[in-house]
């Protein structure tokens, strides 16, 4: 595949018709996180990386195809790829997913976040040079720092609300009767002119999903924190799941790629379905009315 450099955009259906689809089709609210440390790759991609320099892509490319199935969404991490020099590799990937697996939506995780011509850049970067179907940013510099962004009214803009690691309280959380997270999430509710905003809200704070839940309705969340962060999937569909049982992208990165480094591709397609069966049962207990196969 010939690595893509140039400004580029395929018409697909917009991020939230497709992630609603994966939802319906798939019966499935889980993401697979692609975050490919090179370390922890099993030794055949290790190997393929020290021959041929692609074996991080392959490994990305080969876990897709084995969950493919089983997931609404894809969301590669750019740091992964970016550290190592690898970004045309990322953009590889992404045209792969869109090439053979065109229902899926793909969520650039880079939390982007500055204003003016840089973040007019940025979203560029995002939604041109990588064609990503959504991607994630920062909204401490306020409601300027995110139009670029927003003005892509086909792609997804999944803005930072409250976080899943423990550090991040002694911002979020403060002031105690109207913190950060909550002025966020009612700031995106009003900036949503489009209809293509949704925010992250960390697995590992189930109690605080069901607060922004309470203020944005039905807009869909990001929830990373499940699996290797140790985010109780039970506590987190109660609180987080809308009217229908669904509204949520549960990702999942660590506990599915390298869920088994003997066998990795069935290995991850195990654990994926498991996590996924898991997520079905859920919802039925959430949403009885709704079939889920």
């Given at each position: 595949?010939?690595?893509?450099?140039?400004?580029?955009?395929?018409?697909?259906?917009?991020?939230i018709?497709?992630?609603?689809?994966?939802?319906?089709?798939r019966?499935?609210?889980?993401?697979?996180?692609?975050?490919?440390?090179?370390?922890?790759?099993?030794?055949s991609?290790r190997?393929?990386?020290?021959?041929?320099?692609?074996?991080?892509?392959?490994?990305?490319c080969?876990?897709?195809?084995?969950?493919?199935?089983?997931?609404?969404?894809?969301?590669?991490?750019?740091?992964?790829?970016?550290?190592?020099?690898?970004?045309?590799?990322?953009?590889?990937?992404?045209?792969?997913?869109?090439?053979?697996?065109?229902?899926?939506?793909?969520?650039?995780?880079?939390?982007?976040?500055?204003?003016?011509?840089?973040a007019?850049?940025?979203?560029?970067?995002?939604?041109?040079?990588?064609?990503?179907?959504?991607?994630?940013?920062?909204?401490?510099?306020?409601?300027?720092?995110l139009?670029?962004?927003i003005?892509?009214?086909?792609?997804?803009?999944?803005?930072?609300?409250?976080?899943?690691?423990?550090?991040?309280?002694?911002?979020?959380?403060?002031?105690a009767?109207?913190?950060?997270?909550?002025?966020?999430?009612?700031?995106?509710?009003?900036?949503?002119?489009h209809?293509?905003?949704?925010?992250?809200?960390?697995?590992?704070?189930?109690?605080?999903?069901?607060?922004?839940?309470?203020?944005?309705?039905?807009?869909?969340?990001l929830v990373?924190?499940?699996?290797?962060?140790?985010?109780?999937?039970?506590?987190?569909?109660?609180?987080?799941?809308?009217?229908?049982?669904?509204?949520?992208?549960?990702s999942?990165?660590?506990?599915?790629?390298?869920?088994?480094?003997?066998?990795?591709?069935?290995?991850?397609?195990?654990?994926?379905?498991?996590l996924?069966?898991?997520?079905?049962?859920?919802?039925?207990e959430?949403?009885?009315?709704?079939?889920?196969?």
């Amino acid at each position: 595949m010939t690595p893509r450099n140039s400004i580029t955009r395929i018409t697909r259906n917009p991020f939230i018709d497709q992630l609603r689809f994966g939802w319906e089709s798939r019966e499935s609210l889980l993401c697979v996180g692609l975050d490919p440390d090179l370390e922890r790759l099993p030794a055949s991609y290790r190997e393929r990386e020290r021959e041929h320099h692609d074996g991080l892509l392959r490994f990305c490319c080969d876990i897709v195809d084995s969950t493919a199935g089983l997931v609404c969404a894809f969301k590669p991490q750019i740091a992964y790829f970016a550290a190592l020099g690898r970004e045309n590799q990322l953009a590889e990937l992404i045209a792969y997913i869109h090439e053979r697996h065109p229902e899926h939506p793909v969520i650039l995780d880079a939390k982007r976040g500055d204003i003016g011509a840089t973040a007019r850049l940025y979203a560029r970067e995002a939604f041109e040079r990588y064609d990503a179907d959504a991607v994630t940013v920062n909204a401490y510099l306020g409601e300027e720092s995110l139009a670029p962004f927003i003005e892509y009214r086909d792609r997804g803009v999944i803005v930072l609300c409250r976080t899943s690691n423990p550090d991040s309280a002694w911002l979020q959380n403060h002031p105690a009767e109207d913190p950060t997270y909550l002025r966020i999430a009612r700031g995106v509710r009003e900036w949503n002119r489009h209809g293509n905003l949704l925010l992250v809200a960390g697995a590992t704070y189930a109690d605080d999903i069901g607060r922004i839940r309470e203020v944005v309705a039905d807009m869909p969340l990001l929830v990373p924190g499940i699996g290797a962060q140790g985010g109780d999937l039970a506590s987190v569909m109660a609180a987080g799941c809308d009217r229908r049982g669904q509204g949520l992208i549960i990702s999942a990165s660590r506990s599915i790629l390298f869920a088994d480094t003997g066998s990795p591709m069935e290995g991850a397609r195990r654990a994926a379905a498991a996590l996924r069966d898991e997520m079905r049962r859920l919802q039925k207990e959430i949403a009885p009315d709704r079939t889920v196969v």
